[in-house]
């Protein structure tokens, strides 16, 4: 269950990142929170939820 979680973590920073860079041209901060929330804010709590699974 937890390399499930684990590999969830890692699609949603992948698309965070995909979007980020579409969005780049037309708007920049937009960019910049999708990127930020994506990789730090939803891929944290499913890490922290992976972490707790695994103990």
Not at 6 to 27: E, Q
Not at 31 to 54: D, H, M, R, W
């Amino acid at each position: 269950m937890a390399k499930w979680i684990g590999v969830l973590g890692i699609l949603v920073g992948a698309i965070g990142v995909f979007f980020g860079f579409y969005y780049l041209a037309d708007d920049p901060a937009r960019s910049l929170e999708i990127v930020t929330i994506t990789t730090v804010g939803i891929v944290g709590v499913v890490g922290l939820c992976s972490s707790c699974l695994s103990l």
